[in-house]
C-alpha cells in the first residue's frame, strides 16, 4: 500500500465553524498530522480599490473603514494620512491626539477581541466570554466617544469630525483602569493555565528568519522577535509625544503571539494615558480642498494586526486616480503555511487565528485563465445577468419574471 | 414482583421515562451553571425539551452516501445501552431490580455501547468530518476506558464482589470505608469528561476543527436522540459513580434516600460543569499521553490502596 492511501483530504473553508470569514484552506492528512495545505483565497472581494477611484476623496473615507469590520480606524487613518501628505495639509495638533486615542482604543477592543477567538479555536469558550465581557466596556466608549461602536466615521480631511469633551476624558481613564485590572488578570492566567499552555506553546512555530523572509508584520513578526513596530519606526499622530515599549517576544509560536498582545494591551493603556493627559486645546480641523492636487503617497500605520499600507495617487482632480491597500494580512498568510508544516490537525484553527486573519481586507480579484476558453474577456453587466439568467435555466429554474437593469426583461 | 409492576419499573420509573426527564434536567443544570460560571445568563429551564422537541419537527436528512441502517440505528442503540445499563445500578434502592454477581462489569460494558454507536454513526456518515470524529472516538475510548474501569473495580476489591448492590450493602455496613476510594472518585470523574466527550476530552466534537465530528450529517429526529443519550448517559454514569464512590444515604427511608441521590447526581453534575469551564481543549495525543502517563499510574495506585487496606482491616 502507497503511501497516497493514507491521506484524507479535508476542506477547511470557504465554509466552516472555524472561520469567521469564507476562505478554503484544503488540509492533506496524515492521521492526525498536516501533510500539506492548499490556501485559496478571494471569496470576499468586493472592489473597493475600484470603487474609491469612482467617489471622491471624502466618500472614499467612508468606504475604506469598511475595508475591515475590527481596525476599520486603521484604514480609514492610513488612507486619510497619506490623502493629507499629498495636499500638504497641517493637522492640528488635538485632531492627532485624538486619532492616536481613538487608535489605541481600537487596539485594545481588536486584541481583547482575539484573545476571546483564540479561546475559542483552542475550545476555551470560557476565555471567549470573559474577554468579550470585557471588550464591551471599550466598546461603549467608542461608541460614546465617536457614536459607533464600529465603523466610527471620525476622520475627515484635515482633521477629525468631533471633539472629546473634557467630561469624557476622566470616563476613558475609568475604562482603562478596569481593563489594566482584567488584562492583567489574562496574563496571569496564560502565564499558570497548564491546559492553555499545552495548547499554545510550540504550536505554528515561526522562526525570526522565516519572519522576516516571509514578511510577517505586526505581533507575528514581534512575536518572532523581530523588532518593529511603525508607531516608533516612522511616527504618525501623535505617537511622538508618547513613550511606549515595543513587545517582543523570542517563543516564536502562538503563545508568543499571545504575550505579545497582551503585552501590547498593557502599553496601549499607558499610552492611553499619556494622550488624556496631555490632550492640547485648539482646533480639530483644518479647511481641505476639494480637489487634491497631483501627487502620490504611501502611508505606513501600525493596526492592531500589523503593518497597513496605503498607497494613494491624485490626478488633480476630486477623485483619486489610484487607491492601493496592503493590509496587514495579506503581509502574514505567507507564513500561515509555514507554521503549518507539520502541525496538527486541532492546532490549525488557533495557527490561522493566531495571525489574526482579516481575509476581508486581504481578498483581491484573482483573475483565472481557463483552459482551453481562450484568452481572458471582460463580461459587461448585461451578459454576465444574461449568464446568470442562462445558468438557472439550464438547470430547470426559470427566472423570467426577473427584470434585468436597463429594463429589458430576460 | 407481578410482571405489570417489573414493567412499570423498567418503562416509567425509576426507568426509561424517568430517566430521559433526569437527563433533561441535567443537561439544564450543565448548561445553567457552564453559563453562569462564564458570566452569561444560560437557558430558561425548559430549553432542553424545547430544543429536544425542535429537533423531532425538523426534516431528517440522511446522506446519500450513508449507509442508511446504520445511519438510522446508532441513535436508538445509544439510548437503549445506556437504558440498559440503567437496570443494574442501585440508584437510591439498595437493590436493583436484576442483580447479579459480576453486573458492574456488565454496567462498564453497556456504558461503553454509546461511544462504539458514536463511532458506527460517524463512520457510516461517510462524511470526512464525521469518520475523523468517528476514528478520535474510538481512539480517544482507548486512552480513558481503561482508567475508568481501573478506578470503578478497586472498591470492588476492596468489598470483595463484582455486583454493584453488593458493594452498596458492603460500604453500608462499613460506614467510612468509602473514603479510601477518593482517589479513584477523582480518576472517573476525570474519565467520565471523555466519555462524555465534554472539555477538555470534547476532542472527538472539536467544533472548530471537524464540524461537529461524528455529528456532523445528523439532523432530526436521529439528532434529537443522539443528544437525548448523552444527556441519559451523564445522568447513568454519573448514578454509577454515585453508587460505587459515594455509597451511602441507601439505607434510609425511601424518600430520603431519592433526595440524596439527587444531591449526589446534581453535585457530580456541577463538578464535571466546572470542569469544564476551566480548561481549554486538549490535542488528541496530548490526551492520551495524560489518560496514559498520568490517570492511569493514580487509577492503579487506588488498586494498590485498596488491595492495601483490604489487608489491614
Same mark, same amino acid.
Given at each position: 500500500?502507497?503511501?497516497?492511501?493514507?491521506?484524507?483530504?479535508?476542506?477547511?473553508?470557504?465554509?466552516?465553524?472555524?472561520?469567521?470569514?469564507?476562505?478554503?484552506?484544503?488540509?492533506?492528512? =496524515?492521521?492526525? %498530522?498536516?501533510?500539506?495545505?492548499?490556501?485559496?483565497?478571494?471569496?470576499?472581494?468586493?472592489?473597493?480599490?475600484?470603487?474609491?477611484?469612482? =467617489?471622491? $476623496?471624502?466618500?472614499?473615507?467612508?468606504?475604506?473603514?469598511?475595508?475591515?469590520?475590527?481596525?476599520? $480606524?486603521?484604514?480609514?487613518?492610513?488612507?486619510?494620512?497619506?490623502?493629507?501628505?499629498?495636499?500638504?495639509?497641517? /493637522?492640528?495638533?488635538?485632531?492627532?491626539?485624538?486619532?492616536?486615542?481613538?487608535?489605541?482604543?481600537?487596539?485594545?477592543?481588536?486584541?481583547?477581541?482575539?484573545?476571546?477567538?483564540?479561546?475559542?479555536?483552542?475550545?476555551?469558550?470560557?476565555?471567549?466570554?470573559?474577554?468579550?465581557?470585557?471588550?464591551?466596556?471599550?466598546?461603549?466608549?467608542?461608541?460614546?466617544?465617536?457614536?459607533?461602536? /464600529?465603523?466610527?466615521?471620525?476622520?475627515?480631511?484635515?482633521?477629525?469630525?468631533?471633539?472629546?469633551?473634557?467630561?469624557?476624558?476622566?470616563?476613558?481613564?475609568?475604562?482603562?483602569?478596569?481593563?489594566?485590572?482584567?488584562? %492583567?488578570?489574562?496574563?496571569?492566567?496564560?502565564?499558570?493555565?497548564?491546559?492553555?499552555?499545552?495548547?499554545?506553546?510550540?504550536?505554528?512555530?515561526?522562526? !525570526?528568519?522565516?519572519?522576516?523572509?516571509?514578511?510577517?508584520? *505586526?505581533?507575528?513578526?514581534?512575536?518572532?522577535?523581530?523588532?518593529?513596530?511603525?508607531?516608533?519606526?516612522?511616527?504618525?499622530?501623535? $505617537? =511622538?509625544?508618547?513613550?511606549? %515599549?515595543?513587545?517582543?517576544?523570542?517563543?516564536?509560536?502562538?503563545?508568543?503571539?499571545?504575550?505579545?498582545?497582551?503585552?501590547?494591551?498593557?502599553?496601549?493603556?499607558?499610552?492611553?494615558?499619556?494622550?488624556? !493627559?496631555?490632550?492640547?486645546?485648539?482646533?480639530?480641523?483644518?479647511?481641505?480642498?476639494?480637489?487634491?492636487?497631483?501627487?502620490?503617497?504611501?502611508?505606513?500605520?501600525?493596526?492592531?494586526? *500589523?503593518?497597513?499600507?496605503?498607497?494613494?495617487?491624485?490626478? *488633480?482632480?476630486?477623485?483619486?486616480?489610484?487607491?492601493?491597500?496592503?493590509?496587514?494580512?495579506?503581509?502574514?498568510?505567507?507564513?500561515?503555511? !509555514?507554521?503549518?508544516?507539520?502541525?496538527?490537525?486541532?492546532?490549525?484553527?488557533?495557527?490561522?487565528?493566531?495571525?489574526?486573519?482579516?481575509?476581508?481586507?486581504?481578498?483581491?480579484?484573482?483573475?483565472?485563465?481557463?483552459?482551453?476558453?481562450?484568452?481572458?474577456?471582460?463580461?459587461?453587466?448585461?451578459?454576465?445577468?444574461?449568464?446568470?439568467?442562462?445558468?438557472?435555466?439550464? %438547470?430547470?429554474?426559470?427566472?423570467?419574471?426577473?427584470?434585468?437593469?436597463?429594463?429589458?426583461?430576460? | 414482583?407481578?410482571?405489570?409492576?417489573?414493567?412499570?419499573?423498567?418503562?416509567?420509573?425509576?426507568?426509561?421515562?424517568?430517566?430521559?426527564?433526569?437527563?433533561?434536567?441535567?443537561?439544564?443544570?450543565?448548561?445553567?451553571?457552564?453559563?453562569?460560571?462564564?458570566?452569561?445568563?444560560?437557558?430558561?429551564?425548559?430549553?432542553?425539551?424545547? #430544543?429536544?422537541?425542535?429537533?423531532?419537527?425538523?426534516?431528517?436528512?440522511?446522506?446519500?452516501?450513508?449507509?442508511?441502517?446504520?445511519?438510522?440505528?446508532?441513535?436508538?442503540?445509544?439510548?437503549?445501552?445506556?437504558?440498559?445499563?440503567?437496570?443494574?445500578?442501585?440508584?437510591?434502592?439498595?437493590?436493583?431490580?436484576?442483580?447479579?454477581?459480576? #453486573?458492574?462489569?456488565?454496567?462498564?460494558?453497556? +456504558?461503553?455501547?454509546?461511544?462504539?454507536?458514536?463511532?458506527?454513526?460517524?463512520?457510516?456518515?461517510?462524511?470526512?468530518?464525521?469518520?475523523?470524529?468517528?476514528?478520535?472516538?474510538?481512539?480517544?475510548?482507548?486512552?480513558?476506558?481503561?482508567?475508568?474501569?481501573?478506578?470503578?473495580?478497586?472498591?470492588?476489591?476492596?468489598?470483595?464482589?463484582?455486583?454493584?448492590?453488593?458493594?452498596?450493602?458492603?460500604?453500608?455496613?462499613?460506614?467510612?470505608?468509602? +473514603?479510601?476510594?477518593?482517589?479513584?472518585?477523582?480518576?472517573?470523574?476525570?474519565?467520565?469528561?471523555?466519555?462524555?466527550?465534554?472539555?477538555?476530552?470534547?476532542?472527538?466534537?472539536?467544533?472548530?476543527?471537524?464540524?461537529?465530528?461524528?455529528?456532523?450529517?445528523?439532523?432530526?429526529?436521529?439528532?434529537?436522540?443522539?443528544?437525548?443519550?448523552?444527556?441519559?448517559?451523564?445522568?447513568?454514569?454519573?448514578?454509577?459513580?454515585?453508587?460505587?464512590?459515594?455509597?451511602?444515604?441507601?439505607?434510609?427511608?425511601?424518600?430520603?434516600?431519592?433526595?440524596?441521590? +439527587?444531591?449526589?447526581?446534581?453535585?457530580?453534575?456541577?463538578?464535571?460543569?466546572?470542569?469544564?469551564?476551566?480548561?481549554?481543549?486538549?490535542?488528541? #495525543?496530548?490526551?492520551?499521553?495524560?489518560?496514559?502517563?498520568?490517570?492511569?499510574?493514580?487509577?492503579?495506585?487506588?488498586? +494498590?490502596?485498596?488491595?492495601?487496606?483490604?489487608?489491614?482491616?
Amino acid at each position: 500500500m502507497s503511501d497516497i492511501e493514507h491521506i484524507v483530504q479535508i476542506p477547511v473553508g470557504p465554509q466552516h465553524p472555524a472561520l469567521k470569514e469564507p476562505e478554503s484552506f484544503m488540509i492533506d492528512l =496524515r492521521g492526525e %498530522k498536516i501533510d500539506a495545505v492548499r490556501m485559496r483565497f478571494g471569496y470576499n472581494h468586493r472592489g473597493i480599490e475600484k470603487g474609491c477611484e469612482q =467617489r471622491s $476623496y471624502t466618500q472614499d473615507l467612508y468606504l475604506v473603514e469598511r475595508i475591515c469590520g475590527i481596525c476599520s $480606524y486603521s484604514h480609514s487613518t492610513a488612507f486619510v494620512q497619506a490623502v493629507e501628505e499629498i495636499a500638504g495639509l497641517e /493637522v492640528p495638533r488635538r485632531a492627532l491626539y485624538i486619532r492616536t486615542l481613538v487608535a489605541e482604543l481600537e487596539r485594545v477592543h481588536s486584541h481583547l477581541l482575539w484573545l476571546g477567538v483564540a479561546g475559542h479555536e483552542i475550545g476555551f469558550d470560557t476565555l471567549l466570554m470573559y474577554t468579550w465581557r470585557d471588550r464591551e466596556l471599550v466598546m461603549i466608549l467608542l461608541a460614546q466617544l465617536t457614536g459607533n461602536r /464600529v465603523n466610527y466615521g471620525l476622520n475627515t480631511l484635515g482633521g477629525v469630525r468631533r471633539d472629546i469633551t473634557s467630561e469624557q476624558l476622566p470616563s476613558i481613564l475609568k475604562v482603562v483602569d478596569s481593563l489594566e485590572e482584567r488584562t %492583567k488578570y489574562y496574563i496571569e492566567l496564560a502565564q499558570t493555565e497548564e491546559t492553555l499552555r499545552q495548547r499554545l506553546a510550540n504550536v505554528g512555530k515561526l522562526s !525570526k528568519e522565516d519572519a522576516l523572509a516571509l514578511g510577517a508584520v *505586526g505581533p507575528t513578526a514581534r512575536a518572532s522577535g523581530v523588532d518593529r513596530d511603525t508607531r516608533r519606526d516612522d511616527p504618525y499622530g501623535a $505617537y =511622538r509625544d508618547v513613550s511606549f %515599549k515595543v513587545v517582543t517576544d523570542n517563543h516564536c509560536d502562538v503563545y508568543g503571539r499571545t504575550v505579545v498582545r497582551l503585552g501590547e494591551l498593557m502599553e496601549a493603556y499607558s499610552i492611553i494615558r499619556q494622550l488624556v !493627559k496631555n490632550m492640547p486645546d485648539g482646533p480639530i480641523l483644518v479647511k481641505a480642498p476639494r480637489r487634491i492636487p497631483e501627487g502620490e503617497a504611501v502611508s505606513r500605520y501600525e493596526a492592531p494586526r *500589523g503593518e497597513d499600507v496605503h498607497y494613494v495617487r491624485a490626478n *488633480g482632480t476630486e477623485k483619486p486616480e489610484r487607491v492601493k491597500v496592503r493590509a496587514p494580512t495579506l503581509a502574514n498568510t505567507q507564513a500561515v503555511a !509555514k507554521m503549518l508544516e507539520d502541525g496538527y490537525l486541532a492546532d490549525l484553527p488557533i495557527v490561522i487565528a493566531a495571525i489574526d486573519p482579516c481575509f476581508s481586507c486581504t481578498d483581491r480579484m484573482i483573475g483565472i485563465n481557463d483552459h482551453g476558453s481562450g484568452p481572458r474577456r471582460v463580461m459587461s453587466w448585461e451578459e454576465l445577468s444574461r449568464y446568470g439568467v442562462d445558468f438557472y435555466r439550464r %438547470k430547470g429554474i426559470d427566472p423570467s419574471r426577473i427584470t434585468l437593469r436597463g429594463g429589458s426583461a430576460a | 414482583m407481578t410482571a405489570a409492576a417489573a414493567l412499570f419499573q423498567m418503562l416509567i420509573f425509576p426507568g426509561f421515562f424517568f430517566l430521559i426527564i433526569l437527563g433533561l434536567a441535567g443537561q439544564f443544570v450543565d448548561r445553567k451553571l457552564y453559563a453562569r460560571l462564564q458570566n452569561r445568563v444560560g437557558p430558561p429551564w425548559f430549553q432542553p425539551v424545547a #430544543d429536544f422537541f425542535k429537533l423531532l419537527g425538523k426534516e431528517s436528512v440522511i446522506p446519500e452516501e450513508a449507509d442508511k441502517r446504520m445511519f438510522t440505528l446508532a441513535p436508538v442503540f445509544a439510548l437503549g445501552a445506556v437504558i440498559a445499563s440503567s437496570f443494574y445500578i442501585p440508584l437510591w434502592n439498595a437493590k436493583p431490580l436484576p442483580a447479579f454477581e459480576g #453486573d458492574l462489569l456488565v454496567v462498564l460494558y453497556l +456504558l461503553l455501547i454509546p461511544t462504539l454507536t458514536f463511532f458506527l454513526g460517524g463512520w457510516y456518515s461517510r462524511s470526512i468530518f464525521s469518520t475523523l470524529g468517528a476514528v478520535r472516538s474510538i481512539t480517544q475510548l482507548f486512552a480513558y476506558e481503561i482508567p475508568l474501569l481501573i478506578a470503578v473495580i478497586s472498591p470492588a476489591l476492596l468489598a470483595n464482589t463484582w455486583s454493584i448492590s453488593g458493594m452498596v450493602q458492603y460500604y453500608t455496613s462499613h460506614p467510612g470505608r468509602w +473514603l479510601f476510594n477518593l482517589i479513584g472518585l477523582a480518576v472517573a470523574m476525570v474519565t467520565l469528561l471523555g466519555k462524555l466527550e465534554k472539555v477538555p476530552f470534547d476532542i472527538p466534537e472539536a467544533e472548530t476543527e471537524i464540524v461537529a465530528g461524528t455529528f456532523t450529517e445528523y439532523s432530526g429526529r436521529f439528532l434529537a436522540f443522539f443528544r437525548l443519550a448523552i444527556d441519559t448517559e451523564a445522568i447513568v454514569s454519573a448514578s454509577l459513580v454515585a453508587a460505587v464512590f459515594l455509597p451511602f444515604g441507601f439505607g434510609l427511608a425511601p424518600w430520603l434516600a431519592f433526595l440524596v441521590y +439527587l444531591a449526589k447526581i446534581l453535585a457530580i453534575l456541577a463538578v464535571l460543569a466546572l470542569l469544564r469551564t476551566v480548561f481549554a481543549r486538549l490535542r488528541l #495525543d496530548q490526551m492520551i499521553n495524560f489518560c496514559w502517563k498520568v490517570v492511569a499510574p493514580i487509577a492503579f495506585l487506588q488498586v +494498590l490502596v485498596d488491595l492495601v487496606v483490604k489487608e489491614l482491616l
